[in-house]
C-alpha cells in the first residue's frame, strides 16, 4: 500500500513539473558568455524542453544572436526555480535535428 501511495505521488509531482515547469536550454554566446540551462515557469509559446534558437526557428526567423536575444527579451517575465551549467546534448534536443 505504501509503495502504491508513493508512486502515486510521485506520477502527480512528475506530471506537474511537465505541465508547469520548462527546461530552457540558453547556448554560449559569440561574446564567450556562459551557457546556462534553467528551469524556469512554464509561460507564453515555450515548450517542455526549449531554447531561444528552438523559438527563432519555430517562428521561421534565422537563428542569429540578435534573433536570440530579442526571443529572450520578449519572453514575459515569471520565475526562474534553478540554474544549472550548460549541456550541448540538451541544447541540440530542442533543435530536434534541424539545425
Do not use: H, K, N
Request: with cysteine.
Amino acid at each position: 500500500m505504501r509503495r502504491l501511495v508513493v508512486l502515486l505521488v510521485s506520477a502527480a509531482l512528475g506530471a506537474a513539473f511537465v505541465m508547469f515547469c520548462t527546461v530552457l536550454v540558453t547556448p554560449p554566446g559569440p561574446a564567450s558568455t556562459a551557457g546556462q540551462i534553467q528551469i524556469v515557469e512554464r509561460r507564453g509559446p515555450l515548450q517542455f524542453l526549449d531554447s531561444p534558437d528552438a523559438l527563432c526557428q519555430r517562428a521561421g526567423r534565422p537563428v542569429t544572436p540578435e534573433c536570440r536575444t530579442a526571443v529572450i527579451g520578449a519572453l514575459p517575465p515569471g520565475r526562474s526555480y534553478v540554474t544549472l551549467p550548460y549541456v550541448d546534448f540538451l541544447y541540440r534536443q530542442t533543435l530536434s535535428g534541424r539545425s
